[in-house]
């Protein structure tokens, strides 16, 4: 087996993106509005110009090439012009905070240039991290990575994480970013089992981690070599001993991994690598280059990201939501699970994205990498199956009500109805109703059950009818409209 070479590599810039979804408490979601505001969170539209370079440090974006980037269709759902539009609705607040990830074994200074929420439908959001390195060791920028991007430590190394901002030390990263980035946000998460925990109301996603997106620019023009490239895909940073690190020992291993991970159409001097928990850039360029590869980083990849990764997220609530679904008592919940899936395949579900064919590729790496393509596939069956077993369901209610019915009406034309019926025509006669024979008697208990049961029939229609509005316009605000604030 061959050894691997490994050499430490000069950062000149990195930059880190860290990316949470979170669920958001039910019918509490317009409260978020005046929250974000109370908080100095600034609505991200793209008409504000001033905003290309406020929250990206040295680099910037230009919201003319965004809007270019990505067809009419999904900007209509990216960047909605006002609160009152279905879409995702970013808020954003600068910080420029110097601050410092402080371990047993390393020490790394970085800067938080800015932070995001964004309110999503389906009672979803988004929550953002802008961080940025400079003049570092690879490794370092590797580990900072690896580590900040856990909220709830599971291993000894990440619960011995510090971090130093603002004179005060924060003992974990979670607390770093609920008391003093996003103070007060946790109080809008839907919290169904323990108290700790962000993502039980999703119990099929994965960890309590944030999702990588990053930019390594190497200094000097330094070579880029595999070894390389997977380390920056796998945030393979330092060991316990804060000696270089690499989580694989087959080069074989690592060029398979790679071929499937990574995408290399601008090799040898900038590769991406893709992954269900990174999105990375490792470069060498520098200069204007380097400062293109940071507005896509920033912007059309940023978005692209997150449109996917909310489809991820909607379409595996789905899914669940399908799992725990018993049909034969929650037909409720059925009708409701239909309905959010035609809402997200009418409203929010595209295969095509962008208007440039050499983005593509990347777009269709991130669907594959997601499983978005076999999650929709799922989802579209499940819909069948449903539309089939509530189709069998009505089929047997209106076939019993027709059984019932016709027997009232075969019954009704063989008694007679008019042998009873003139009793109760004008002054009812009460008395002559104790000396019905049988047959009298089956025909007025015939008559005055079917006029009973249909009233009972009508008010259940009626009240199935009020109740479907109710509950379709409670969707609408939960699927369509969870984000969108009201006039």
Not at 33 to 41: A, E, G, I, K, S
Not at 52 to 66: I, K, P, Q, T
Not at 375 to 393: H, P
């Amino acid at each position: 087996m061959q050894k691997l070479e490994m050499t430490e590599k000069n950062i000149e810039t990195a930059i880190f993106q860290f990316i949470f979804p979170f669920s958001i408490k039910n019918g509490i979601e317009l409260n978020m509005f005046p929250f974000l505001r109370d908080n100095h969170f600034k609505p991200f539209r793209l008409d504000h110009l001033d905003d290309e370079r406020a929250y990206y440090g040295d680099f910037h974006v230009s919201h003319r090439d965004l809007e270019a980037y990505f067809l009419s269709f999904t900007n209509r759902i990216l960047f909605p012009h006002s609160e009152n539009q279905k879409g995702f609705q970013r808020y954003s607040k600068p910080i420029n905070e110097k601050v410092c990830l402080k371990t047993d074994y390393v020490s790394i200074p970085f800067q938080v240039n800015s932070i995001d929420v964004t309110l999503c439908p389906f009672e979803l959001g988004l929550f953002t991290i802008r961080t940025e390195l400079t003049e570092l060791l690879m490794s370092y920028a590797l580990e900072f990575g690896s580590l900040f991007r856990v909220l709830e430590p599971i291993t000894n190394r990440e619960a011995k994480v510090q971090i130093e901002c603002s004179n005060e030390v924060f003992n974990s990263i979670e607390t770093f970013v609920f008391d003093f980035l996003f103070a007060g946000l946790a109080d809008f998460f839907e919290r169904r089992t323990k108290k700790t925990a962000y993502f039980e109301t999703f119990p099929f996603f994965e960890d309590e981690r944030m999702y990588v997106q990053s930019l390594l620019s190497l200094k000097n023009n330094e070579e880029i070599n595999t070894v390389d490239v997977y380390r920056a895909g796998s945030l393979s940073g330092l060991d316990s001993n804060g000696k270089l690190y690499v989580s694989a020992n087959n080069l074989t291993y690592i060029q398979d991994y790679l071929d499937q991970h990574s995408y290399n159409r601008w090799a040898p001097s900038t590769h991406f690598v893709i992954d269900e928990h990174i999105f990375t850039c490792i470069t060498n360029e520098n200069g204007p280059i380097l400062s293109e590869i940071a507005n896509h980083i920033y912007g059309k990849f940023y978005y692209g990201l997150i449109l996917n990764l909310f489809h991820k997220v909607v379409l595996l609530k789905l899914a669940h939501a399908h799992a725990v679904l018993d049909t034969e008592r929650d037909f409720k919940e059925m009708e409701k699970l239909i309905f959010s899936i035609n809402s997200f395949t009418a409203n929010f579900f595209s295969l095509e994205l962008v208007t440039e064919s050499r983005s593509q590729e990347i777009f269709f790496q991130i669907r594959k990498t997601f499983n978005i393509e076999l999650l929709y596939k799922n989802a579209k069956e499940a819909l069948y199956s449903l539309f089939k077993y509530q189709e069998n369901i009505t089929a047997k209610k209106n076939s019993l009500l027709l059984l019932v019915l016709t027997l009232y009406s075969v019954i009704g034309q063989m008694l007679g109805m008019s042998i009873v019926t003139g009793d109760f025509a004008g002054r009812i006669k009460w008395g002559h109703i104790m000396n019905y024979n049988m047959v009298e008697l089956f025909a007025l208990f015939v008559a005055a059950s079917g006029i009973i049961i249909s009233l009972v029939l009508g008010y259940q229609r009626f009240n199935d009818w009020i109740s479907f509005r109710k509950n379709r316009k409670a969707w609408i605000e939960e699927t369509i409209m969870s984000s969108v604030k009201k006039k």
